[in-house]
């Protein structure tokens, strides 16, 4: 069973930037097949931010946060992380990562149905 914690939220203006952070309580698992950064704000559906499928080293973004955010990962310490430059007033949130163990999690990174494995999340709030 995998815990992961999210870090790195905070209040900033509009073009400014934040970088996310996403710890597992264990390490490296090879039964990770994907990872991915949702995000989920006041009044609306959650929704995948960016993923990664792990075993074909693909990724993933959603339309609205393309050029300005930025995916990485760290496999052997299983973490993730999300550079969010440029941000917009839009971008406002809660951001969860997210892990899963299903292979189906490859057809579609952004959809959540796949992911086991949840963050309790992080607030991000960008004032214009």
């Known amino acids: 069973q995998v815990q992961l914690k999210e870090s790195g939220g905070g209040s900033v203006q509009a073009g400014g930037s934040l970088r996310l952070s996403c710890e597992a309580s264990?390490?490296?698992?090879?039964?990770?097949?994907?990872r991915a950064w949702f995000r989920q704000a006041p009044g609306k559906e959650r929704e995948g931010v960016v993923g990664?499928?792990?075993?074909?080293?693909?990724?993933e973004y959603v339309d609205s946060v393309k050029g300005r955010f930025t995916v990485s990962q760290d496999k052997p310490k299983n973490e993730i992380y999300l550079q969010m430059d440029s941000l917009k007033p839009e971008d406002s949130a809660v951001y969860y990562c997210?892990?899963?163990?299903?292979?189906?999690?490859?057809?579609?990174?952004?959809?959540?149905?796949?992911?086991?494995?949840w963050g309790q999340g992080t607030q991000v709030t960008v004032s214009s």
């Open positions: 990664i499928y792990i075993g074909g080293d693909r990724t």
């Open positions: 997210a892990y899963a163990i299903n292979y189906s999690c490859s057809y579609d990174v952004l959809a959540r149905r796949d992911y086991n494995y």
């Open positions: 264990d390490g490296y698992d090879s039964h990770i097949y994907c």
